[in-house]
């Protein structure tokens, strides 16, 4: 897709956090370790000798960075609020972010510091951070407007870098795309909880102490999605055409269709939790599901639903388009059924006031999306 990646977003707190304005240090419990106060200092100071002065902006979390069940502190100078100079520490769009990790005593040390346009918080054992730069930060040869992310993995004594992916600054063009057969053969649960955490510590060796947590979330939102998943494979034509709207009604079982659609739709229903539409022009083409809620976590996954019954489905393209919201784009094959495209389009409410959704959209026509970029995606 030709929008470029969005890294200007600088964080995304969908977590409990201890988030500290300017003016709480005397009520921050418990007491901040004095090498992150001297850094807050220094932030005031500056702050004071540009000319402005120092607001409520909450520019630390204090999270478990590293998983010893410590609080471990992410000052984050790009958020810092300087009233009547704000901009001041954020410099065309890159800011400081720094990283203070703990002992049993309390005691703090800087182990992380970069600049960067972009940083997100994701909730684990232990908690995580993802990282955006662009340019030369990058590495050699990387273009002005070239992005590159990562996630910080914490290897004991530093955090390096895992599951690090780059995206230049132009677009490449769309390659066709070759999915390996299906298999009949559903995943048990116990299968894919091994494959799983498998997959975690390959990327990042230090998700050994949090991937078994993380597994059984994934797992939970896998079963959640299994109605849905078991829906879009039995609307899904076998060839020779699409089916009729009746059809593809009838197909769908267990979705309550109502007397009456809402337009555009030529149907509508409810399953379980999910609002299901059919769309076309006199015929079915699409048939999608939709779910939202104010301030929850996602509590699907219906791509890796339809890969636990033995699709194989593989994500070929995304786009981010804000803080923690995006779209991805994938290829499908069912034994029997025709190639099929699935498009999802989700966000995970950046503050809690704020609405999470989620739609999962199948395509009736046979034939696979091009290939597009995947880098810089993530949400």
């Known amino acids: 897709m030709p929008r470029p990646v969005d890294f200007t977003v600088t964080v995304l707190l969908s977590i409990a956090s201890l988030a500290l304005p300017a003016s709480a240090r005397s009520q921050v419990r418990p007491p901040l370790p004095s090498v992150v106060l001297d850094q807050m200092s220094d932030l005031d100071a500056r702050c004071n000798a540009a000319g402005g002065k120092p607001g409520s902006g909450r520019y630390i979390i204090a999270q478990d960075f590293t998983g010893d069940g410590l609080l471990d502190y992410l000052l984050s100078e790009g958020d810092y609020d300087c009233t009547g100079r704000q901009g001041l520490f954020r410099e065309n769009g890159q800011a400081r972010v720094d990283i203070f990790v703990t002992d049993r005593t309390n005691a703090a040390r800087r182990v992380y510091s970069d600049t960067l346009i972009g940083y997100r918080v994701l909730t684990g054992r232990p908690t995580r951070v993802q990282i955006a730069r662009k340019g030369v930060l990058c590495g050699a040869g990387t273009p002005p407007q070239g992005q590159c992310a990562a996630q910080l993995a914490w290897n004991g004594t530093s955090f390096g870098e895992a599951a690090s992916v780059t995206r230049p600054g132009g677009s490449g063009a769309a390659a066709s795309v070759a999915l390996p057969q299906p298999s009949p053969r559903a995943i048990s649960e116990a299968g894919f909880l091994a494959n799983c955490r498998a997959n975690l510590i390959s990327r990042d060796a230090s998700a050994a102490r949090w991937a078994d947590q993380e597994c059984r979330t994934n797992w939970q939102k896998v079963v959640a999605s299994g109605p849905a998943a078991d829906m879009f494979l039995a609307v899904l034509p076998a ?76 994500e070929v393209s995304c786009e981010k388009v804000g803080a923690g919201a995006g779209t991805r784009t994938y290829a499908g094959i069912s034994p029997g059924q025709v190639p099929f495209a699935l498009i999802v389009d989700q966000q995970t409410a950046p503050l809690g006031h704020m609405q999470s959704y989620y739609t999962a959209t199948i395509s009736l026509a046979a034939g696979h999306p091009d290939r597009g970029s995947t880098a810089g995606c993530n949400f």
């Open 239 to 314: 060839g020779g055409g699409k089916p009729s709207l009746s059809e593809t009604k009838q197909r769908a079982a267990g979705v309550r269709w109502g007397a009456q659609s809402t337009p555009p739709a030529l149907a509508t229903g409810k399953l379980g939790k999910l609002d299901i539409a059919i769309q076309g022009r006199g015929t079915p083409d699409t048939v999608s599901a939709n779910w939202t809620m104010v301030g929850a976590e996602i509590p699907y996954d219906i791509p890796e639903a339809l890969s636990a019954r033995g699709v194989s489905i593989m």
